[in-house]
């Protein structure tokens, strides 16, 4: 501006020194003399008028308000640790069958008894016949001892007193196998055989299920199975249709290697508690709400696709907001997968960062911005 009123000046001072006529001639000069000086001065000003940059507006994302670490729904199905169809190990005619289909035992409960009439007698046939061996067994001593008999007459009469308790153990085990006994704390889920049926030995009478605790099976999808440090991370709590307000926390047990040949999951089973004041039962549905542990090394986060950068080595990067300075920084990250609503599941990200998700094409290491909240 000093500029422009210096020319102003002079031209002024040519003006007055003019002749009327002149003056009137020389109007029409001024004023293009004026436009002209005043172009000149916007096109060749003072570099120092125009040295601030113009900060160029972005849209921001927070970092982790959609992070891999928020929890996900899935549809699982609840199963007993393992179902067995209990038998007996001998034969018989069933007597007792005192559990009923759908009710809940505990280990030790009896399940069903063959009449025990034959066995015992065994039992006792078998202690009458080692009572004998034994009064033979000592008398063989005694003559073997006055030189009357030989050591092998001995020595076969100590076989048969030996052979003798086998067979009294063989007769008492196989009245113990007339009763079946729940092995572990189970539901009756099925009776095979009627009361008072004849059953061969090995033939199935009931079916149970180990409930100690239940499994919770769910399949987990390819991506976020890769982009896990562990499937023993996942927090995991059940919700079930009849009490939502009150999840129930479940524990990691085990997961399978090798995904399912059409949905490409991967599935994970968790263990939960029985409940005694619940009813829960195998094949029921079950609503798992899971999310990974968070405060580990490398938190996974989700972040949109328009976020992504790359730099002249093809290598993923982001441009990280920066505050107190109103400028981005590039930050390398690593993109793990894409999620099923097509966000990029990247690590080397804080949840505490904002980053630029569109236009970073156009950005640069300590490029002024503002923050851009517009549609």
Not at 160 to 178: E, G, I, S
């Amino acid at each position: 501006m000093s500029q422009l009123n210096a020319s102003i000046s002079r031209l002024r001072e040519r003006y007055q020194n003019l002749s009327p006529t002149q003056r009137r001639n020389g109007w029409i000069t001024l004023a293009a003399l004026i436009v002209l000086t005043l172009l000149l001065s916007r096109c060749g000003g003072n570099g120092d008028d125009n040295a601030a940059i113009e900060p160029r507006p972005v849209r921001l994302h927070q970092v982790g308000s959609n992070d891999a670490d928020a929890a996900r729904h899935f549809v699982g199905r609840v199963d007993a640790v393992n179902t067995v169809d209990l038998s007996f190990q001998v034969g018989g005619r069933i007597i007792d069958m005192p559990v009923q289909q759908g009710s809940f035992v505990t280990k030790g409960t009896l399940i069903a008894a063959l009449d025990p009439s034959d066995y015992q007698l065994a039992v006792r046939e078998a202690e009458l016949q080692l009572e004998q061996a034994a009064r033979d067994l000592e008398r063989t001593r005694t003559l073997l001892e006055r030189g009357t008999v030989s050591q092998s007459n001995f020595d076969q009469a100590e076989t048969a007193h030996n052979l003798r308790k086998v067979a009294l153990d063989t007769a008492r085990r196989n009245l113990a196998y007339t009763r079946i006994v729940a092995p572990f704390d189970a539901l009756v889920t099925r009776r095979l055989v009627d009361p008072f049926t004849n059953v061969p030995a090995g033939a199935h009478i009931v079916r149970v299920q180990n409930v100690e605790e239940f499994r919770v099976h769910i399949n987990v999808p390819e991506n976020l199975m890769a982009a896990l440090e562990s499937p023993q991370l996942l927090v995991a709590e059940a919700i079930f249709s009849n009490n939502p307000e009150q999840p129930l926390p479940l524990e990691y047990r085990e997961h399978e290697t090798e995904p399912d040949a059409v949905a490409q999951t991967y599935r994970v089973t968790f263990g939960l508690a029985r409940q005694a004041d619940k009813t829960i039962l195998p094949g029921m549905t079950v609503t798992v709400r899971v999310r990974s542990v968070i405060n580990r090394p490398d938190t996974i986060y989700e972040i949109p696709q328009s976020a992504l950068d790359s730099n002249a080595e093809g290598n993923f990067r982001v441009w990280v907001y920066q505050p107190e300075k109103s400028a981005v920084v590039a930050r390398p990250v690593k993109v793990l997968g894409v999620t099923e609503q097509g966000d990029a599941m990247v690590a080397g990200l804080a949840g505490n960062e904002q980053i630029v998700s569109a236009g970073v094409q156009l950005l640069h290491d300590d490029m002024p911005v503002t923050p851009f909240d517009g549609f």
